[in-house]
């Protein structure tokens, strides 16, 4: 039985809020020889690593106050549809923008000229346009796999994780072997599945003191691997595409963030931004795509491009959050509704059923 989440957690929220602005930043265009020079592979690149660790954290904590006890509650129609809808209905409104603005463009484009509803299905799947346009198919494997990570980890938690981890290296060594494209590769979840498992087996562990030797060790490895292979351009064995935030060079802010998560520490205008950073992350893929180059023209110095692109991603990304939550809490209460309906519609059928003469 579904309860009301009663979890909160203000430092996952705060951390979403930082890494929002991190992905804008990251996002705005940079030369190479700038991002090195400002060691974004040890922060700004680390937004998403981050993301994916909190996803694990906070939906493990989800299920826990939510009573989820094996597979069954979660594939409920109830508990999966609002997973569902959470991450589908502000996608598909940016969606929906997005290809208005395709077909106010001359030419198709983005669509290589052939303009059709397969294309539109095709490019709805793949996660519409844009900087970080992976994000939406990502998360929404996320609701259908993470259920089984959290078992694997809640029934042992070292071995669960140490699991998860060689799923995701087993992963890598595959799509190397097989030359995977990089198009593909971009929009599969199991690229992070070590560090989404690491929130989980956070939270599970969120009582205990972890060891420093761990940390120290976890950190060096992540922080080694992007001096030799993102900063000396040592071509890495197996790990092809994305290497500054791939699952080894995330290894270098595990430690830093399960000291951060159990801060308690309050700051109203970053929670804020976490709590719409799904939302701002949306708003951003259409400025970058559409908009920023225009933007750019208007200003004459580089940091003020920057400054712009911060605003105007946040103030329409908190606007588009405010409405959309709005919105979608109405739908989810109707589907809620209508399938307590259904199960008790059911469950009288069953009844009839079962004590009929």
């Known amino acids: ?10 430092m996952l929220d705060i951390i979403k809020g930082v890494c929002i602005l991190f992905v804008i930043i990251t996002h705005y265009d940079w030369q190479e020889s700038e991002r090195s020079s400002l060691l974004f592979p040890f922060w700004i690149d680390m937004a998403v690593p981050v993301f994916m660790v909190i996803s694990g954290y906070a939906n ?96 042992n938690h070292t071995l669960g ?22 198009s593909f590769y971009r929009l599969l979840l199991f690229r ?19 060891s420093a030797f761990w940390g120290i060790v976890s950190l060096a490895i992540g922080a080694s691997f992007i001096i030799l292979f993102v900063y000396k351009n040592h071509p890495p064995v197996f790990i092809t595409y994305w290497t500054s935030t791939c699952w080894i060079a995330g290894l270098y802010v595990l430690p830093i963030l399960t000291m951060l998560i159990k801060l308690d520490f309050r700051c109203t205008v970053l929670e804020m931004l976490g709590r ?29 491009e920057l ?8 103030v329409i990304g908190l606007v588009f959050y405010w409405g959309e939550s709005f919105f979608t809490k109405k739908i989810i209460k109707r589907l809620e509704r209508f399938s307590i309906k259904k199960d008790n519609s059911i469950s009288d059928w069953l ?7």
């Open 307 to 314: 400054l712009a692109s911060i605003v105007i991603c946040i």
């Open 276 to 304: 719409a950073s799904y939302n701002i992350f949306l708003v951003q893929m259409v400025y970058y795509k559409f908009y920023a180059s225009n933007i750019y023209e208007k200003i004459e110095r580089r940091r003020y």
């Open 351 to 357: 009844d009839r059923q079962l004590f009929k003469s």
């Open 60 to 155: 493990a904590a989800s299920y826990k106050q939510n009573q989820i006890q094996c597979l069954a509650d979660i594939y409920s129609f109830r508990f999966l549809i609002k997973k569902l809808l959470r991450f589908t209905i502000p996608f598909s409104i940016i969606y929906i923008l997005e290809v208005f603005i395709e077909i106010c463009m001359e030419g198709n484009l983005l669509f290589n000229g052939s303009f059709s509803y397969i294309n539109i299905f095709t490019c709805f799947l793949s996660g519409g346009w844009g900087p970080g346009s992976y994000y939406y198919p990502i998360m929404i494997q996320f609701v259908f796999v993470f259920p089984i990570v959290y078992f694997v980890i809640k029934r």
């Open 192 to 210: 992070y599945l070590m560090l989404i498992a690491f929130g989980c087996f956070l939270y599970q562990n969120r009582e205990k003191n972890f």
């Open 161 to 182: 994780f140490v699991f998860c981890l060689l799923a995701n290296a087993i992963f890598e060594i595959l799509q190397y072997s097989y030359g995977m494209n990089e």
């Open 1 to 10: 039985m579904e309860v009301k989440s009663t979890f909160r957690n203000h």
